[in-house]
């Protein structure tokens, strides 16, 4: 069974530019979620999707980014008009959500953002 | 809201020696609480997680937590460093509706020969 996956594992970008960074959850996972992680920080929760809605967006930055995950293909976390800031390691985690509370989630092998 | 802080950015143990890697959490209602290793330019791998079953949770690659509701901890151990031990550790609590993950700022592990 394959793990999550992401892809690119690495992205340049110039100021203005956009990123967008795809993941594919783990076979029969439907629940998506996408962390960031800044240099010398820990990973900080960005958003949470199923299949063709959002659920949670409260860690999102209000301008610039957003997300999907549509019925079919792999979740997309869009960036515009990158910055210098954006710079970062982006984590994408999937789980089947069978259980409710305290499921695991299984992380990809993330996509680190460099912004020149 | 949920928080955890893990205490020491870096610890460095000797091979063979006890690894404690220490995770505080705060929550309003019973936690669950996870511990990640991040191996260089990789992704997080899950180590244990306590779901309320039992206090003393066994993990991958000997690694154990106990969960201590009077003390608010959730501490990593390790008998015995291996260098592969090498590598970042974070403490995670379950953030509740949605089951978002609140991280801690991460403990970098060194392991000398």
């Known amino acids: 069974n394959a793990g999550v996956m992401q892809n690119p594992r690495h992205l340049v970008r110039r100021r203005g530019q956009e990123a967008r960074l795809r993941c594919s959850p783990m076979?029969?996972?439907?629940?998506v979620y996408w962390y960031r992680q800044l240099p010398e920080e820990g990973l900080k929760f960005m958003v949470y999707l199923q299949k063709e809605n959002i659920i949670d967006e409260s860690g999102m930055p209000k301008e610039r980014f957003s997300a999907e995950f549509p019925k079919e293909g792999p979740s997309i976390l869009r960036i515009q008009q990158v910055v210098r800031g954006d710079s970062a390691a982006y984590f994408c985690?999937?789980?089947?959500?069978?259980?409710?509370?305290?499921?695991?989630?299984?992380f990809g092998p993330g996509t680190r953002l460099l912004v020149l | 809201a949920q928080s955890v802080t893990q205490l020491g950015s870096h610890v460095s143990v000797s091979e063979g020696a006890l690894v404690l890697l220490r995770c505080n959490y705060s929550s309003s209602v019973p936690p669950y609480l996870f511990w990640y290793v991040q191996y260089p330019n990789q992704g997080l791998q899950l180590l244990l997680k306590?779901?309320?079953?039992?206090?003393l949770v066994k993990g991958i690659n000997g690694f154990e937590a106990e969960f201590k509701k009077s003390e608010t901890s959730f501490h990593l151990t390790k008998p015995s460093a291996h260098m592969s031990d090498a590598a970042e550790y974070f403490c995670a609590v379950d953030g509740g509706a949605t089951n978002k993950l609140i991280f801690g700022t991460g403990t970098l592990l060194a392991v000398q020969p």
């Open positions: 985690a999937s789980s089947p959500r069978t259980s409710g509370e305290g499921e695991t989630q299984y």
């Open positions: 076979k029969g996972h439907s629940h």
């Open positions: 306590y779901t309320s079953a039992a206090t």
